[in-house]
T-cell receptor
Framework: EAGVAQSPRYKIIEKRQSVAFWCNPI?????LYWYQQILGQGPKLLIQ????????DSQLPKDRFSAERLKGVDSTLKIQPAKLEDSAVYLC??????????????FGPGTRLTVL | KQEVTQIPAALSVPEGENLVLNCSFT??????LQWFRQDPGKGLTSLLL?????REQTSGRLNASLDKSSGRSTLYIAASQPGDSATYLC???????????FGSGTQLTVLP
């Protein structure tokens, strides 16, 4: 079974530029998560989708971050414009069920973003 | 608000030692607690998941325990190997947060 795929794996941009990350979850997984992991910290949930609807985006900085999950499969996360403090690893995860504590999350390899 | 703390931030041990990693959480009303491993440049791999009704879980050389009343969990690694070198993260799923809340991790180095 293929795991969660993410691309690109690395991205370097200058501040005020825009960037987009792509995630392909495990086939059949209904729930998709985007996390931000700053160096030396644990992952922090940015947004959770259930199929193609948003369940929780309370920690997403909506003035510069946006995310979508068209057709309930792939998802993209965009930052526009980027700030220095956005430098982090962006992790995508998916779970089979409809979120919640009883559905194990499977993580992708992440995209490491460096903002100069 | 759930807060998860892991101490120490880094640990270095010689090969073959048994070791314990610590995790504490502030909100004891958790559904489960999970331990992950993160290798450089890679995502998170789930190691053990302990449900709130359980006291411990074991997988191979790994044993995780949970004490909800004291807000603590430990990950015990027996007979450590250089291949165990990685960052270990714990995460709690609580009703108050309704999401996984992660600690900052313990970076483990096992010296050959």
């Amino acid at each position: 079974e293929a795991g969660v795929a993410q691309s690109p794996r690395y991205k370097i941009i200058e501040k005020r530029q825009s960037v987009a990350f792509w995630c392909n979850p495990i086939s059949g997984h209904a729930t998709l998560y985007w996390y931000q992991q700053i160096l030396g910290q644990g992952p922090k949930l940015l947004i959770q989708f259930q199929n193609n609807g948003v369940v929780d985006d309370s920690q997403l900085p909506k003035d510069r971050f946006s995310a979508e999950r068209l057709k309930g499969v792939d998802s993209t996360l965009k930052i526009q414009p980027a700030k220095l403090e956005d430098s982090a690893v962006y992790l995508c995860a998916s779970s089979l069920g409809l979120g919640g504590p009883h559905n194990e999350q499977f993580f992708g390899p992440g995209t490491r973003l460096t903002v100069l | 608000k759930q807060e998860v703390t892991q101490i120490p931030a880094a640990l270095s041990v010689p090969e073959g030692e048994n070791l314990v990693l610590n995790c504490s959480f502030t909100d004891s009303a958790i559904y489960n607690l999970q331990w992950f491993r993160q290798d450089p440049g890679k995502g998170l791999t789930s190691l053990l998941l302990i449900q709130s009704s359980q006291r411990e879980q074991t997988s191979g050389r790994l044993n995780a325990s949970l004490d909800k009343s004291s807000g603590r969990s430990t990950l015990y690694i027996a007979a450590s190997q250089p291949g165990d070198s990685a960052t270990y993260l714990c995460a709690a799923y609580s009703g108050s947060a309704r999401q996984l809340t992660f600690g900052s991790g313990t970076q483990l180095t096992v010296l050959p």
